[in-house]
């Protein structure tokens, strides 16, 4: 059967290829295509990861947090989606767990992260 | 099973089946055998864990044995004995209908068997029936229980159709088609699929 799930997954490999390897605690930009009517444009939404689902898989999701006007907003996007014209990595930062739902809770100067250098 | 994406970014949760090859191994009719009739053999078996009786039915229709034999009522068919069935028969957007075993659960509860509603409180007296059946019937009279009465039991590993399933995508060089949603069985299981 996985030989069989290959099939439907190496369709994506392209795409993939295409996606920066980023993970939980960092920041991307992702431009997101959004139809209104018959016109389609390109929206940005830049946050920190805050973790990253079902990886490996087709139906993998990564959920951005940002914080604007002092509200935080979570957003989940699939992966592969077509609707994702473009995932940019920002910054890399130092994380110690994968899923970072301690952010929720902190604001401010609070909710920095270290940023990853070489 | 996987999931794919619309043009329109939706993601479709879908399963991979191995549609054929299969290769006919009967033609059963009317005159002959009272009924119209095909008869589809899929997968490979050896040929030491092939009974005789069914290894002299395969080298009629001019094939290896096979794992699974399934019969197709089918009234008028160009099929003919030794033809072979592609997954190219369906086309995408089609509808099929997918037969299989379901999972074995085990022993059950009512609960999850037959979808009873429980007691339904924790309160009014009741500390450790949460999950129980309740009353199978009545007392003096019938003094027995009904047949059939729904209980606690084995569950699972029925014959199970599932209706109207979308057919994604047709691989056909690969043999495999692509329905959207689940089909009965567990991975690698066998099922039958009707157009």
């Not at chain 2, 369906?90 to 299989?100: K, L, S």
């Not at chain 2, 729904?150 to 979308?166: C, E």
């Not at chain 2, 691989?171 to 088609?177: K, Q, T």
Request: with cysteine; net charge positive.
């Amino acid at each position: 059967m996985s030989l069989l799930l290959d099939l439907v997954k190496e369709e994506f490999n392209e795409k993939r290829a295409s996606i920066p390897n980023f993970s939980a605690g960092d920041t991307v930009n992702i431009h997101v295509k959004i139809r209104e009517g018959n016109k389609e444009r390109i929206q940005q939404f830049q946050g920190v990861v805050i973790q990253r689902r079902n990886v490996n898989t087709n139906g993998e999701t990564f959920t951005v947090r940002k914080v604007s006007n002092q509200i935080g907003l979570e957003r989940i996007f699939p992966l592969l989606s077509p609707n994702i014209e473009k995932i940019e990595l920002v910054r890399r930062g130092v994380v110690r767990r994968a899923r970072l739902f301690y952010l929720r809770g902190l604001s401010g100067k609070a909710s920095r992260i270290k940023e990853k250098r070489k | 099973m996987t999931s794919l994406f619309t043009p329109e970014g939706k993601s479709v949760p879908c399963t991979l089946i191995e549609a054929g090859p299969c290769t006919v191994t009967q033609v059963k009719t009317v005159d002959n055998d009272g009924y119209a009739a095909v008869q589809l053999g899929f997968g490979e078996r050896k040929e030491k864990n092939t009974p005789n009786a069914l290894a002299g039915h395969f080298k009629k229709a001019n094939a290896t044995p096979k794992k699974k034999v399934v019969e197709f009522r089918l009234e008028d068919t160009t099929l003919s004995l030794g033809d072979i069935v592609k997954a190219d028969l369906f086309e995408e957007g089609e509808f099929v209908d997918a037969i299989g075993t379901s999972k074995g659960k085990g022993f059950q509860g009512v609960v999850k068997r037959y979808n009873f509603a429980g007691v339904g409180g924790q309160t009014h007296g009741q500390h450790n029936r949460g999950r129980h059946p309740g009353s199978i019937g009545a007392c003096s009279w019938p003094s027995r229980v009904f047949k059939g009465m729904r209980m606690a039991g084995r569950m699972g590993g029925d014959r199970v159709k599932i209706q109207n399933l979308r057919v994604l995508k047709v691989i056909a060089d690969r043999n495999v088609i692509v329905v959207s949603g689940s089909v009965p069985g567990a991975k690698n299981s066998y099922i039958v699929l009707e157009k």
